[in-house]
């Protein structure tokens, strides 16, 4: 039915008997109260449109429509039919309060039943539901329970209970497990006693209830308090029914089959509520946001918004894009299509080269008996041979094609094609590794049983007493942390403001625990692990110093050694394997690129030079921090392989013209990192064909820095500052 709802009463007994607990236990009240925040909280959370009433019996006030010659007394309706919101968790945590009289939880059932009947009048609800909410500790008068009875029936209103005890515990002695009913009283001043003849009495009407209406199984619908409270700990967004796709599924040119597509899975996102408001009133209102365009220049000239334009960063330029351009530039089909391409083995289309973020179920169209033969011919066909249908899928015109492949699935009540997105090429990511085996490491048989055996205890199924193995993991069943953490902090935030959120719930830490019995299964497989591969430090060895690194002396001999050392650490590096085939100088890591190139030997020394000044200067071109570190790195890399080389005159001649163009291009503030950096000519002490000297290398910079301080301008020159650009 659209725009079908639901309509609930939340009834709670909150009489002074409710309040009684055993020491260190929470009371019966404080256990009902739970249950209701918990309800409420997620149909808050729910987004749902259900319809929500909170009604109190046992309260020391009366306040409801058939309050009249003494009837109906101590039953206050505390919220009428309305949508839940966070105004109802707030008058719930600081306005329910235990009271000192008593109600009839028959009499308050008829005063719900009531509030649901008039209020629900020319509104569309499909479930009128009252769940009720007591220690059933009080005085009740059944001489009207036969028309409650009737009248719950022809209003088709169902009712639940909510109880402290099982409904099984309810021998004449009070016998049972009084530790299950350790947290709620039996009898007044009794509590974990047994029940009292009130309770015996009101249970036996309870019963009579819940078998007389028209409902399988009717005692499946009284629940106990703690029960409830952690059933309800689990924040329950909406469940959406999915739209149906209506589409033609084609093969070729000559077959078509009607089709319907609903998603069978797909990523669940949280809706972005997030607004900003005055911090003070807390209103959105009382704030507005302005967007200005700014030119960057030194009065920030104001642009206004249709003098800008989208620009595409395309390497270290910018391509403008007008909204023309833009709608021209995409792609461009004939709409939402499901056309089988081919069909292949169910093997080739491997589990990791699925991608996307749903799953898609394909089913013949409605009412359609044709498309129903032909589709399940196919789904059929591909079972029997282990095939897939590769497939294009468009959902409309806006969006872009893809490329998938339909599995077949066939189930005791239905069959459907299962619709899952494939990668493009550019979606592939090709990462070659070195292989792990080593003749060194080789495991011997008994470490290799010992992994097996904690694989085995790891196992997350268990036999039961019939010897069926059973899931002890169902992640269909676990929560996403993520919302159950914002909603908690939400509600906590609303209802108690200005207050530390809570830590994470324990209900939740354990879900996302490993089960108790793996825990304990695990604790032999790990110590018998602990002893087949036993661990050792290793302690780092310290680098000798030789006679050259004391005095500032080096040889031939210890360079030549270090230079196989570091030749030696780069066969090894991963991100050289994974690189692949470098041919050029890129723009994209050109430091790396160059090593690379050098490295192979494929070009002689100076062309690969070239190639990285050439980097170097378009990186240069673009005036700003980021690409200046940039060029830094290049620079050490030109400078580290010019001196493993012994080719020292390629990067002193770069480095010397460099320092001269400096001022003209404006480029002082590149020139301060690099001085920061150290990074000086490379002098005859480190390669022996340079004909730059130790001091002038050191010298290099140092002039540099003296030279700006001596032609520093004054702090009083006010010359124009355009003169200045016309100058430069």
Known sequence: MAGAKSAVVLCMDVGFTMSNSGPGEESSFDLAKKVIQKFVQRQVFAETKDELALVLFGTDTTDNNLAQDGQYQNIRVHRHLMMPDFELLEEIESQVHPENQQGDWLDALVVSMDLLHTETKGKKCDRLNIALLTDLNTPSSSESLEVIIENLKQYGITVQFFLPFPVEENDEEGGGD?????????HPG??????????????????????????????????????????????????????????????GSALSIRIVGYKAVTEEKLKKMWITVDAQTNKKDDLKRETVYCLDDDNETEVQKDDTIQGFRYGSDIVPFSK???????????????????FAKQDLVQRHLFMGSQVIKIFPGKDDEHAGV????????????HMVAIVRYAYDRRSNPQVGAAFPCIKKDYECLLYVQLPFTEDLRQFPFPSLENKKLTPSETQLSAVDALIDAMMLVEEDENGEQTDLLKPHQIPNPAFQR??????????????????????????LDRPEVIKERCL????????????TEVEKKKKLKTSAQIFGKESEEPDAKKAKEDEAEEEYNLADIAEGSVTS?????????????????????????????HRIEQLLSNKNTQYYMKSITCIQAFREQSVKLGNADLYNSYLQSLK?????????????????????????????????????????????????????????????????????
Not at 178 to 186: D, E, L, V
Not at 486 to 511: I, K, S
Request: proline share 6%; with cysteine; charged share 30%.
């Open 374 to 385: 032909a589709l399940s011919a196919l789904i059929r066909a591909l079972h029997e041979l």
């Open 585 to 613: 100088v890129g723009s994209v890591d050109p430091a790396r690129d160059f090593r690379a190139l050098i490295k192979q030997k494929s070009f002689p020394f100076g062309e690969v030079c070239q190639q990285l000044t």
């Open 660 to 728: 001269r163009s400096i001022p003209n291009r404006g480029l002082e503030v590149f020139w301060d990192l690099l001085i920061q950096d150290g990074l000086t000519l490379i002098s005859k002490d480190e390669v022996e064909g340079s004909t730059i000297s130790k001091n002038e290398a050191a010298q290099f910079l140092v002039a540099e820095e003296k030279k700006e301080e001596v032609t520093a301008p004054p702090a009083e020159d006010t010359g124009d500052v355009d003169d200045l650009l016309d100058m430069m």
């Open 486 to 511: 914002h909603f908690q902090c939400l509600h906590h935030r609303a209802v108690c403001p200005g207050t530390p959120l809570p830590d994470m719930e324990p209900w939740l830490r354990a879900v």
């Open 190 to 251: 009794l509590p974990g006693k047994g029940l009292s003849s009130e309770q015996k009495k009101n249970l036996e009407l309870v019963k009579e209830v819940m078998l007389s209406l028209d409902v399988e199984d009717g005692l499946d619908e009284i629940y106990t308090f703690r029960n409830a409270v952690e059933q309800l700990c689990m924040f329950k967004r909406i469940e959406r029914r999915p739209n149906a796709w209506p589409c033609v599924l084609t093969i």
């Open 524 to 535: 032999a497989p790990v110590e018998e692990l602990k002893r087949k591969f036993p661990l």
């Open 324 to 342: 023309v351009d833009q709608e021209q530039m995409k792609y461009k089909h004939d709409g939402k299509c499901f056309a089988v391409l081919g």
């Open 178 to 186: 009084s530790n299950q009913r350790g947290a709620h009283p039996g």
